[in-house]
């Protein structure tokens, strides 16, 4: 169970990553399975791919909760990835529009970024012992200076300021509904919403892989997370991340 009791969300005025600290935190000791270190400024924010994770101090949210899922088999992990993010798509629906999770788990609107999640396990035995899972949303921030592609916020989308606390008890109740789903072993439900959330479901775009550009369509996601594409000619591809990106211009 995830409890989200306000004991249990650790605010840390500055810290080089909530993940970090979130995994040098389980060292140390037992943490309750939901315990929520939430920072104020994060001075070496880190996404996906080594990227940075820009976020202006005060102005989002940057946290980090911690997990156990024992119950989830290895091959199973990217469960994790689907219900976390269909936790944020359906906290944040409530603010916007035309919410979108981008394969793997970035959250969109539009052909923008609007948050990200680092999921870090730590397996031990062959079985998944502990889970820390990082989650940048873009809330009030107005001007993006790093080189990230395509940063948005709900402010900027909605010319509205938000309280970010009131943001993050939704969406850690949200992300709580999907966890226990995942953990009463309701795989379909969750595979469902997954897919009908899907940027680009079943739209031909451009896509590029080891150097080449093509065109197909997303078709789905496997058992193992991989993105499945059908290109024009009928072929149908399977890509792990990092293995295909995703192009702008059609
Ligand atoms: C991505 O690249 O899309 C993932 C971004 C994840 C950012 C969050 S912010 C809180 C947590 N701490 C980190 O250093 N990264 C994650």
């Known amino acids: 169970?995830?409890?989200?009791?306000?004991?249990?969300?650790?605010h840390i005025q500055r810290t080089d990553s909530t993940n970090n600290y979130a995994n040098q935190?389980?060292?140390?000791?037992?943490?309750?399975?939901?315990?929520?270190f939430l920072t104020y400024e994060q001075t070496s924010g880190r996404g996906q791919m080594q990227n940075i994770w820009e976020s202006e101090p005060g102005k989002n949210l940057t946290?980090?909760?911690?997990?156990?899922?024992?119950?989830?088999?290895?091959?199973?992990?990217f469960m994790l990835s689907k219900v976390v993010a269909l936790g944020i798509y359906s906290a944040l629906s409530k603010y916007?529009?035309?919410?979108?999770?981008?394969?793997?788990?970035?959250?969109?609107?539009?052909n923008?970024?609007?948050?990200?999640?680092?999921?870090?396990?730590?397996?031990?035995?062959?079985?998944?012992?502990?889970?820390?899972?990082?989650?940048?949303?873009?809330?009030?921030?107005?001007?993006?200076?790093?080189?990230?592609p395509n940063p948005v916020s709900l402010q900027?989308?909605?010319?509205?300021?938000?309280?970010?606390?009131?943001?993050?008890?939704?969406?850690l109740s949200e992300i709580k509904l999907y966890y226990e789903l995942l953990r009463r072993g309701k795989k379909d439900e969750i595979d469902r919403e997954y897919i009908s959330a899907l940027?680009?479901?079943?739209?031909?775009?451009?896509?590029?892989?080891?150097g080449e550009n093509f065109i197909g369509e997303i078709i789905g996601v496997n058992e193992i997370g991989q993105l499945?594409?059908?290109?024009?000619?009928?072929?149908?591809?399977?890509?792990?991340?990092?293995?295909?990106?995703?192009?702008?211009?059609?």
Do not use: C
């Open 1 to 10: 169970m995830i409890p989200i009791a306000e004991n249990l969300i650790f």
């Open 63 to 77: 946290f980090s909760i911690v997990l156990y899922p024992e119950f989830l088999e290895i091959r199973r992990q």
């Open 199 to 210: 940027y680009r479901l079943y739209e031909m775009h451009n896509f590029r892989t080891e």
């Open 156 to 171: 900027l989308l909605t010319n509205q300021q938000y309280d970010g606390e009131i943001i993050l008890t939704e969406v």
């Open 96 to 110: 916007v529009d035309h919410l979108k999770i981008k394969w793997p788990n970035d959250i969109y609107v539009g």
């Open 112 to 148: 923008k970024k609007l948050g990200g999640i680092l999921i870090e396990n730590s397996v031990m035995s062959g079985l998944l012992k502990s889970t820390v899972v990082g989650i940048g949303l873009n809330v009030n921030q107005k001007v993006f200076l790093s080189d990230a």
């Open 25 to 36: 935190q389980i060292r140390l000791g037992s943490l309750p399975e939901g315990t929520v």
């Open 228 to 250: 499945i594409i059908r290109k024009e000619s009928g072929k149908i591809l399977e890509f792990q991340f990092k293995e295909v990106e995703f192009l702008q211009a059609n």
